[in-house]
């Protein structure tokens, strides 16, 4: 059973750690980012109603989110662990999933904070956008998300390392380099496949 929370500014490469670290887990990944998408997708009622907060770069009202989450969470497959990716980003959130938690008389296990520089992010993402077309990924909404990071999400750092749940790793590098540089940390707590 592991239960992992993954942080990071937007760009640091944490889609791409939190999929291949799920599957060496055996838990699901669980990005609100995708979720969000996948209903803007199908056009869902949510989808209708986070559309324009997306590609504005804002963040989804914290009830909204929360409810999904907890939601997601009490789904069969993340019994056994889950790896959350861009949830919590606010102090709001940390306490729901604090709440969320505690009925199931669960609780973390680490959360890896992907630590990467601003410029190489923002041309990550510029790169990302050029690539994949994301609506959220021009330079301005790019810099706004990053300001948010730094603003709301960012604080959350400290708020974990007083439970010393905290792993920072660099996120600078191949794919396969950040992921073994995040094996390794989890394997310094104990935390193995
Ligand atoms: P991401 O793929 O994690 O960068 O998320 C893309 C967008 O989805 C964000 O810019 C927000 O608009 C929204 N979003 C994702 N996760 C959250 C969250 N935990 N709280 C609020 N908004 C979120």
């Known amino acids: ?12 490469g944490k889609g791409t750690q939190a999929t291949i670290l799920a599957e060496t887990f055996g838990i699901p990944a669980i990005s609100t ?8 997708a199908n056009q869902t009622e949510l989808g209708l109603k986070v559309k324009a907060i997306m590609d504005a770069g804002e963040f989804v009202p914290d009830d909204l989110t929360n409810a999904i989450v907890a939601d997601r969470l009490r789904e069969a497959d993340a019994a056994g662990g ?24 669960t609780a973390l296990d680490a959360v890896v904070q992907i630590v990467a520089d601003t410029e190489e ?6 790169k990302r ?7 959220d990924d021009t330079e301005d909404v790019i810099r706004h998300r990053m300001h948010l ?15 010393d749940l905290v792993l920072s790793v660099d996120g600078l590098g191949e794919v396969s380099v950040v992921t073994e540089r995040i094996r ?9 496949a």
């Open 129 to 135: 956008a050029r690539e994949q077309g994301r609506t």
């Open 1 to 12: 059973m592991t239960r992992l929370l993954l942080i990071g500014p937007p760009g640091a």
């Open 184 to 192: 390794e940390s989890l394997a310094s707590r104990g935390i193995t």
């Open 82 to 105: 889950f790896l959350l990716d861009g949830y919590p980003r606010t102090l709001d959130q940390v306490n729901e999933l604090d709440r969320v938690l505690a009925e199931d008389g």
């Open 33 to 40: 980012g995708d979720i969000f998408r996948a209903n803007v």
């Open 121 to 126: 992010v923002v041309s990550r993402l510029l």
């Open 149 to 163: 990071y730094a603003e709301q999400t960012a604080p959350l750092i400290d708020v974990y390392q007083k439970r």
